[in-house]
């Protein structure tokens, strides 16, 4: 489960395998998901997106799947190295209302063992 | 690769003095917005800006707060009378030509309230 403060879920995956990283999202009425990572002292970075239309999305090295029936987002990191090493946060929004603001959940520290 | 701005990197402030934190958003970008985490934890939306006026701003966006496009390029937040509970670091985000297209942080600015 989610942790708060201080404590987050954390990952600890070999180099080279894949990771998944898992996110339940709180709004039915979100259409629009992104996941980010982010490196310690800075922002948000962004890694890949996907819309309701879709249940999957691929870039390069990552992949994305949308479980809207059970309001589920995970992340999955292809032959993981180093650089992969930090915090992901997956965020939501609605896009029907204008320029809202995403909501992000709790952030799940991957960590790389060499 | 184009990217956000934010000025300064850290910024100290006795509590009960105003500050003001300093944005370039990306330069073709129209949406944009003020997000804060507090250490350790997720990060929180602010408020959004679009057409010169704010958008959308949750409820931590109180009346100690503003938001100002002084120019073609500056996007800021001003904090009237700092608390506290006001130290965290505060990102700044662009978005492109519509709201549901993904938002691009900088590498934020670390407000401590002494």
């Known amino acids: 489960g989610e942790s708060v403060g201080l404590h987050l879920p954390t990952l600890s995956v070999q180099e080279g395998d894949n990771s998944i990283i898992n996110c339940a999202y709180s709004?039915?009425?979100?259409?629009?998901f992104i996941w980010y990572k982010q490196e310690s002292g800075k922002g948000p970075q962004f890694i890949i997106d996907?819309?309701?239309?879709?249940d999957k999305r691929q870039g390069q090295r990552v992949t994305v799947l949308l479980n809207k029936t059970v309001k589920h987002l995970s992340l999955q990191i292809a032959a993981t190295q180093p650089g992969d090493s930090a915090v992901y946060f997956c965020?939501?929004?609605?896009?029907?209302?204008?320029?809202?603001?995403?909501?992000f959940g709790k952030g799940t520290h991957l960590i790389i063992q060499p | 690769e184009p990217e956000v701005t934010q000025t300064p990197s850290h910024q100290v402030t006795q509590m009960g003095q105003e500050v003001i934190l300093r944005c370039v958003p990306i330069s073709n970008h129209l949406y944009f917005y003020w997000y804060r985490q507090i250490l350790g934890q997720k990060v929180e939306f602010l408020v959004s800006?679009?057409?010169?006026?704010?958008?959308?701003k949750s409820e931590i966006f109180d009346d100690q707060f503003s938001v100002e496009r002084p120019d073609g390029s500056n996007f800021t937040l001003k904090i009237r009378s700092t608390k506290l509970e006001d130290s965290a670091m505060y990102f700044c985000?662009?978005?492109?030509?519509?709201?549901?297209?993904?938002?691009?942080f900088g590498d934020g600015t670390r407000l401590s309230i002494l």
């Open positions: 996907i819309r309701s239309n879709m």
């Open positions: 709004n039915s009425a979100s259409d629009y």
């Open positions: 985000a662009s978005s492109g030509r519509f709201s549901n297209q993904p938002q691009h």
């Open positions: 800006f679009y057409n010169n006026e704010i958008s959308e």
């Open positions: 965020a939501e929004m609605y896009s029907g209302g204008g320029a809202d603001g995403l909501t």
